[in-house]
């Protein structure tokens, strides 16, 4: 199974732009709200139409505005998870899966008693999604969704409704559902945990266009640009000046720095994740510092540096709890975690995953 | 006083409001399909009219239409149906006038469905068919029924169509509206009252009812629930 996507939609104030193909595995569209993610998947499943473009699902055409071709939503074979769930609140828990059975299907009696069992549902068929927790909502939103035996799974923010307890649990239950399921899946989410978990392949979108696409683990090792970096949570970016081929000046810190990798002319920033300061294994580069403020979390805690030397931006430094960082004043950094960045507006042209 | 005119008005609203509802439904789906924006609120005038214009008015366009001297109504005669000043004359005057309340009720619970059910039930295969019946209407039932019930009121009490085009025939067009006007014009205010007393009580206790309608599903489902 592949799906391929290059469509234009065009608002008064918002363009989206999107152009990728997914060849196998799993894909995570990742971004802001407002950066087009939702809009992107509306289009494939048919609920949105795009001013333009060919969207294809293996060799089945969904949408080609040359070729005047539009399938509707119920003739495009996608599974649409949406945030809310949207189950049919008027209908029972049966009565919400059976209405997505086809026609063809032999024996929906021993069709819904097998999704009931395989999503943990038997006894609660006869009660209406009002009187079901979030979780259960989900697995019966789920259960509607495969009875419909879709090609193409798609997940509008599906952990968003749930606390961070059932979250934890449906993200292992879905990996478990996708894994059984032989479809394509896209997953729609602006958390970049619940993308790098889920899935393999990532598209980073903002302002309706796609920043960065690739393998997730990839996409977070080298986030390439700007926005990518932001995204998948890099705290500390600065502009830079280079030096030379390993050396670079930080202007929003005021410090230079080694770099592993070689400093090319279209790198315009730097990005370093909070995690990768240290205060006690000396790196290549060590900065002087002075702790500003020290959030405390549960498992840790989130200080705030200000640089020596009158720098515009302070540092974002995430350690241990148990860490003593009250008298730090140097912390060190490996040249190998400064991730060298180029200016957000490099799009790329096609995204082949 | 009487009883045949509070039989007749309650045959003509009965019978009125069948057609009332399944017109008035269906219209307010067709206005809610329609994508063009112009056509649609064309449209949406159109069938609000009846409400703002005097009754005598849509008397007016029925006879016009329905008159034995009109093509319509000619074509009509020639199949022994003479539709003017007959008993389906207050059913047809009743349906007129209560036409715009039940589409206005109807589309106004149409539009407060959240169009997400409809997307999902799009994903999920239905035909546009079967949404319209498994998921709009059960889910607009509250507001329809509501709409139904007003519908049905107005119907009771349709006075200025139905004399125009049914007239004040003793036994056959005569309701209760009518009866009222005939007694107080014929001096008889006693029977005026009682039919006023009869016709206020009916309208005051469909009305009355109107207000449990809408609780009337809620209490099964939350209709919100599909948003958390």
Partial sequence: MSLYVDIKKRYKTFTLEVNFSNGDGTLAILGASGSGKSLTLKCIAGLETPDEGVIKSGDRTLFDSAAKINLAPRERNVGYLFQSYALFPHMTVWDNIAIAIRDRAADKTAVIKALLERYELTGLEKRYPAKLSGGQQQRVALARIFAYEPEILMLDEPFSALDSFLRENMQIELLRIIAEYNGDVVLVTHSRDEAYRICDKLLIMEDGFIRRGGGTKDVFADPGNVTAARVTGCKNISRIRRLSEHRLLAEDWGVELETDRKVEEHHTHIGVRAHDFSHTSSAANAIDVAVERVIEGPFEQTVLLSVRGGARENIWWICGRNEDVSGVDRVFLSGGDILLLTSGVVAPSRNVL | ?228
């Fill in chain 2, 1 to 228: 006083m009487e009883f045949a005119p509070i039989l007749i008005s309650l045959r003509t609203a009965s019978v009125a409001i069948v057609f009332t509802f399944v017109i008035g439904t269906w219209l307010a789906y067709a206005v809610y399909r329609t994508k063009n924006e112009i056509v649609r609120s064309i449209a949406d005038a159109l069938l609000t009219l009846p409400l703002v214009l005097p009754p005598t008015v849509a008397g007016f366009f029925l006879l016009y239409i329905f008159g034995v001297y009109r093509p319509l109504g000619s074509l009509l005669a020639q199949i022994g149906v003479k539709l003017v000043f007959s008993w389906p004359a207050t059913v047809l005057a009743a349906v007129v006038i209560a036409l715009p309340l039940m589409y206005r009720s109807a589309k106004a619970a149409f539009t407060q469905v959240d169009p997400i059910f409809l997307q999902a039930a799009r994903t999920l295969g239905l035909s546009e068919r079967r949404i319209a019946f498994r998921v709009l209407f059960p889910l607009a039932s509250p507001g329809l029924m509501s709409g139904g019930i007003l519908a049905f009121s107005r119907g009771l009490g349709e006075f200025g169509a139905t004399a125009m085009i049914a007239g004040n025939i003793a036994g056959v067009t005569r309701t209760m509206p009518l009866a009222i006007y005939s007694s107080v014009s014929g001096g008889r205010m006693e029977e005026a009252y009682r039919y006023v007393v009869i016709l206020v009580l009916v309208s005051f206790l469909f009305v009355w009812i109107l207000n449990f309608v809408s609780d009337f599903r809620s209490k099964k489902y939350r209709l919100d629930a599909g948003r958390r």
